[in-house]
């Protein structure tokens, strides 16, 4: 819970407990108590911003004005009558309610926090910017009408200067038409997501870009089927505080939507992921669109209208990563274009126009995998009937056509890396939403992003900036929380 939610809470339900248990309880005191509430939840309310989850926590600094008003009009219909002390059971009753109130007001705002990402460990602060671009050489094949241009939402975080200040940038700057996407995505009420809108990033709104280097690597982040551009914050933030620009991309139509410059939204628009051809054809078009941001990009260092990027954007020194599908992209970036000096793919399968050649990918390469997606069909239940038993079958064949792509990842020299105890949405912040998420796949979910950011941060050091390995070299082998290999 965030600092004035704790403060609400713990006051409240010390104010509900003297309530109960005070045997001298003058209207006064009990008005005085509603002050205090009353205060902090508007000190809460203003700093912070008030969300449903807190609502059990909020009725509580309503109660001892509820008991004033209550028994001045006790008192007036008594006409000086004495009151009768309520009886034990009558106060055990009312202690248990206290009680079961009181935890649903401490357990509900716990369950479905306001997260907040670790402080990135760099000497740089962080910046960022976000643009609405369109390739006017592309159609949009995802939508009917005809004429439409491929147009995307491309965010972009930057080291800042060590003197940067300014507004921290939302997580999610469209908190309500996430929340629906979500919501339709993951089959669960919207009411659940709302918490995204409260979540701060550690990286600030148009910050001035640091000069303590002349110009900074840049790495591409694609996401997943159903992801967004922001969705690895937890790494992206980690990489840009130690010196490297990072262009974060939303896959239009594929992502939980994209909101334009002008208002527009862009829906997730639900696609055949079952079909290992369809993926194949359709990451052709995620490569085209990481190409397209590329070249932006190489535009942007030649000459940025707002004067923040000419000259800074080290072109020389590109790489790529991505979780899922656009661990996919990745992949196919590093064997298509010439400017990706490195990937990275966390969890992707192998989809795409190319496959990985027998002697290697002939360039940098890390593959990350959570052992549960490797596992394939051995982690499923038995076949209970002939419905579970078909969808055993459908998934054995899917995984017998996908497996094998992995064969050569590590060929040539490059790394795969096996996560332990790890789940396929372990590797964006998506876990974070809830604690009982984490719970449920059985994944410490802060331990794998610093297994993650440690080691994906090694791999771009060595490769774009010739920094010696302090981790990848020095750990092939079997572990605890991984296993590492290296072709």
Known sequence: MRSFEVLVVVVNILLMGWILFAKNKSQRGLLIGFGLSA?????????EGMRWQMM????????????????????????????????????????????????????????????????????????????????????????????????????????????????????????????????KILNLPKLLFTTFGFVKTHSIEHAEISNQEASYPVL???????????Q????????????YIVVGIDHTYSSTASVFSDGRVANYMPQDTNSIAYLDKANEGWVEDAAFVLDQVEK?????????FTGRLDMKNVAMFGHSFGGATSTQMLMTDSRIKAALNMDGILYGKLRVPA????????????????????????????????????????????????????????????????????FSDLYLFSPLYEKMEGV????????????????????????????????????????????
């Open 220 to 230: 591409l982040f694609s996401h997943g089927f159903s992801g967004h551009k922001n």
């Open 444 to 487: 410490d979910i802060r331990k794998a992003y610093r297994l993650i950011n440690d080691y994906s941060l090694d791999f771009f050091d060595h490769y774009l900036k010739q920094q010696p390995f302090k981790l990848l070299e020095q750990n092939i082998g079997d572990y605890p929380a991984f296993t590492l290999q290296k072709g």
């Open 359 to 426: 002697d290697g990918l002939k360039k940098p390469f890390l593959m990350m995998n959570a052992d549960d997606t490797l596992a394939g069909t051995a982690n499923m239940s038995g076949e209970d009937d002939a419905a579970q038993r078909e969808a055993r079958e459908e998934l054995a064949k899917f995984y017998s056509e996908t497996l094998p792509r992995y064969e050569h990842v590590a060929d040539g020299g490059n790394y795969w890396m096996k996560i332990k105890n790890m789940r396929h949405m372990g």
């Open 39 to 47: 205060i902090v939840l508007l000190m809460h309310g203003g700093v």
């Open 56 to 183: 059990p926590a909020y009725a509580m600094t309503g109660v001892p004005l509820a008991i004033v008003i209550v028994s001045s009009r006790m008192m007036s219909r008594s006409e000086g009558q004495s009151v009768k002390k309520a009886s034990n059971a009558k106060h055990i009753a009312l202690t248990m309610l206290a009680v079961i109130y009181s935890s649903v007001a401490v357990t509900l705002p716990l369950i479905l926090p306001v997260f907040t990402f670790d402080k990135p460990t760099g000497p740089y602060k962080i910046g960022t910017v976000t643009y609405d671009w369109k390739d006017d050489q592309r159609e949009e094949t995802l939508t009917p009408e005809p004429g439409d241009k491929r147009e995307l939402m491309v965010q972009i975080w930057y080291p800042a200067d060590s003197t940067a200040k300014g507004s921290l940038a939302p997580y999610i700057s469209d908190s309500d038409v996430f929340a629906e996407g979500y919501s």
């Open 300 to 308: 942007l260092t030649k000459d940025d209208p707002d004067h923040r």
């Open 232 to 243: 690895n914050t937890f790494q992206i933030e980690q990489l840009v505080s130690h010196g």
